[in-house]
């Protein structure tokens, strides 16, 4: 069983140098804490420049002595937001290039050159990524485009394998206001995309958990149908959302900020959802018969309640423990800089330390709530 590590996009850095700055910042620490005597993985976010930045000579090469060295190794890769994701509002552009523009199929396949180069011998990683794109102003008269570039970069990753002796697996994350948001669509997405079977060595699924708890999806079922469509799970962004009894959303009104889309879904009285793209929209709606809401921002996942809402908790200690064993896992809340200040710690590598704690605890059945 690997062991659970964390996201580094939590850590602003666009820049291969910024990234080194805060591996060596955090991450090192993290490892020392966690990790002492063995390599600590990182789940490591590259934005696009900084994959054009490994495109130089030997620099993927000195970028994987330097992991080494600090005694990290690599094996995930968040190739989702290819711009600057931290200190600037991000919303809806996190998902430019989406699967339509050919920029995407290149910025992924820089990653997996890279990864392929960091991973030992006949060694086996993933790169998540969007899923097709941001549901607003995508037709589906372009969704043909978009399933060709996503073909392309698949025939790509074969290839390397071929020349490589390494397997890199592009992992689908489904997201909230995206085209696929739900286990079903994405089931749908794998047998529009490939039909045949024939690149299932090389495409797979990010579990978000966060996302789908978002959806008011059972754990079990969910897992059960990708289990039934042959779909794998190449690697699981442990992350929580936010829980409202009751249609009194105001009382989340706090945790509108500029940066980051929150999505919200009201679950109806009827048990259907309607979801929203951004929290201020759904405060604007004031929907009738809401039993419960839930909103995309990520908060430690060790926080079970706030004064307000309670959080997704409890579908994180119903799912963790029925994930595949060897099922790469890593801590997403990558919310620090917007948090509230009361979920702050002082220091974030105690807040990413107690986070770990808490996801080796309920994948083994046994954490708190």
């Known amino acids: ?35 002492p005597d063995a390599p600590f993985p990182v789940g490591l976010r590259l934005s696009g420049p900084a994959s054009r930045e490994l495109e130089a000579a030997d620099a993927a090469r000195r970028f994987g002595d ?9 094996t995930t890769v968040n190739g989702f937001p290819y711009g600057r994701f931290h200190h600037t509002p991000v919303k809806e552009a996190v998902y430019l290039p989406d699967w339509r523009d050919p920029e995407r199929a290149a910025y ?11 991973l ?22 372009d969704m043909p485009t978009a399933l060709a570039v996503l073909r392309r970069a698949l025939e790509a990753l074969a290839a390397l394998r071929s020349e490589t002796g390494k397997t890199i697996r592009l992992a689908v994350e489904a997201e909230p206001g995206c085209l696929v948001e739900t286990t079903p669509e994405m089931v749908a997405l794998f047998e529009r995309l490939d039909p045949d079977g024939a690149f299932r060595d090389f495409l797979t699924v990010c579990y978000d958990c966060c996302h789908q708890a978002l959806q008011y999806e059972d754990p079990a079922a969910s897992l059960a149908a990708y289990e039934a469509a042959g779909i794998a799970v190449g690697h699981v962004q442990v992350s929580s959302a936010l829980h409202l009894e009751g249609g009194a959303l105001s009382s989340l009104s706090r945790f509108v900020e500029p940066v980051y889309l929150h999505q919200a879904v009201a679950r109806l009285g009827d048990g259907s959802l309607r979801r929203f793209d951004d929290l201020p929209e759904a405060l604007a709606a004031r929907p009738d018969d809401v039993d419960s809401w839930r909103v995309h921002f990520h908060v430690p996942v060790f926080v079970a309640e706030l004064p307000e809402c309670v959080t997704t908790r409890d579908f994180l200690s119903g799912i963790l423990p029925r994930f595949a064993p060897d099922a790469p896992m890593e801590v997403e ?7 509230p200040e009361e979920l702050r710690m002082p220091d974030v590598v105690d807040s990413i330390c107690r986070e770990i704690g808490w996801v080796e605890a309920a994948r083994s059945g046994a954490a708190e709530g």
């Open 120 to 141: 030992p011998e006949g060694g086996r990683g993933s790169i998540s990524t969007v899923p097709v794109g941001f549901r607003r102003g995508f037709p589906e008269s």
């Open 333 to 339: 809340t990558y919310t620090w800089s917007v948090l």
């Open 1 to 35: 069983m690997p062991p659970v590590t964390y996201c580094t996009n939590i850590h602003p850095g666009e820049t291969l140098e910024e990234v080194r700055r805060g591996l060596m910042r955090h991450a090192v620490r993290v490892k020392a804490r966690l990790s």
């Open 66 to 74: 330097f992991l080494a060295e600090a005694g990290l190794c690599v």
């Open 108 to 118: 992924t396949l820089r990653l997996a050159r890279a990864l392929a180069g960091w």
